[in-house]
């Protein structure tokens, strides 16, 4: 694949968590938003029995793609684009955005988005704790329209954490930089305080946290268990009984470390699995022209030549910005030279975008399958 690297194309949206992001919507209401296209163009939609709904909860995506069973009522999640938002789509934009699957509390991730000149009433909009999506690649991303962002790879869901301005005195350049992180509010708020009877299994535990993760709107993929050659430790039990009291994703950590797990987090997304083993969830063939410089063993990150594989060192790959590659993914080499042909598990992926600069760009660290 040949990327067209100078088309670039970006969105920013930023916004305050909606009221409604804490209620359930009714399924009949959920099926009725679905089916019935014209209700998405107004703010409320109204219904034959008189029930509403805003018109962003009503948004097919949204529901094909929300917590909670269908069958109960649709839910939003930390992902949901709020009601209220500001989109930039054409300022100057610097970013650095970063996953890996190692840290406490599932990485604690932490990216920054520089803006320059933002207008007063903008700059004034964006505040502590609304929620911040990143979109971005290249015109070839967005289909022959040509109009559409939401085609763009998303590359950040995160949740602002610290707003601060700063004046270039030579320049007179007026920039907003904007750290932002993962999950940040619940990761910081919620508690629980349970106990479990003699004989339970780690994994029942492990399910009953993750529960009351998913119940404040943190959606939650696969807890890794049933692995080729792996028998899990989760399936020991705690044969006097288990008891936590405290902040959630710490006790999720403690019994993640019991069983030499991780826990990390994918576009507010969280996976639980094995630190030795995983199962990865796709891969991404990376050929030669997706690279903007040779391939090079994690280990030897001085030399730009073609090292020896093996041991557990891993590659390191920086491409053509790509948001499609993902941390619970595996990079795999079919082609170009033969010393670097294998499947490599990701282990980091740290995307650094200048939207008026020579940068635009996406590192992957790997490790050996």
């Known amino acids: 694949m040949t990327y067209e690297v100078f088309d670039r194309r970006y969105s920013l949206i930023i916004g305050r968590p909606a009221t409604s992001i804490v209620q359930s919507i009714p399924t009949s209401i959920a099926r009725r938003a679905v089916s019935t296209p014209q209700l998405l163009s107004s703010t409320v939609t109204p219904f034959s029995d008189g029930s509403t709904i805003p018109r962003y909860l009503a948004a097919t995506n949204l529901i094909n793609n929300s917590l909670g069973n269908i069958t109960k009522g649709v839910r939003v999640d930390y992902r949901t684009i709020p009601d209220a938002f500001i989109e930039i789509r054409d300022l100057s934009m610097k970013a650095k955005i970063s996953y890996r699957k190692s840290g406490a509390k599932g990485g604690n991730q932490f990216s920054t988005i520089s803006l320059d000149n933002l207008l007063e009433e903008t700059k004034n909009s964006i505040r502590v704790n609304d929620l911040i999506f990143l979109r971005a690649g290249y015109k070839v991303d967005m289909g022959s329209s040509n109009v559409d962002y939401s085609d763009l790879p998303l590359i950040l869901a995160a949740q602002v954490t610290k707003v601060e301005t700063k004046r270039d005195g030579n320049s007179g350049t007026t920039t907003t930089h904007i750290i932002c992180g993962d999950n940040v509010l ?11 009877p003699p004989n339970t299994s780690k994994r029942k535990v492990l399910d009953d946290m993750l529960a009351v993760a998913q119940s404040n709107f943190i959606p939650i993929g696969k807890v890794q268990e049933e692995l080729e050659g792996f028998i899990s430790p989760l399936k020991e039990v705690y044969p006097y009984g288990y008891s936590i009291a405290g902040n959630l994703f710490e006790e999720v950590q403690k019994v993640c470390d019991s069983v030499d797990y991780k826990f ?35 280990s030897d990150t001085s030399s730009k030549k073609s090292g020896e594989k093996g041991g557990k060192s891993g590659i390191t790959a920086k491409l053509f910005l790509n948001g499609r590659i993902l941390t619970n993914m595996a990079v795999d080499i079919r082609s170009g030279n033969t010393d670097w042909w294998g499947t490599y598990p990701v282990e980091s992926i740290t995307h650094d975008l200048d939207f008026e600069g020579n940068t635009w760009n996406t590192t992957v660290k790997t490790v050996t399958l």
């Open 186 to 196: 619940p990761k910081k708020n919620i508690k629980i305080s349970r106990s479990w």
């Open 264 to 298: 990390y987090t994918v576009l507010g997304k969280m996976y639980v699995e094995p630190k030795t083993t995983a199962k990865v969830y796709g891969t991404f063939l990376l050929e030669p022209s997706t690279l903007k410089e040779p391939i090079q063993l994690s």
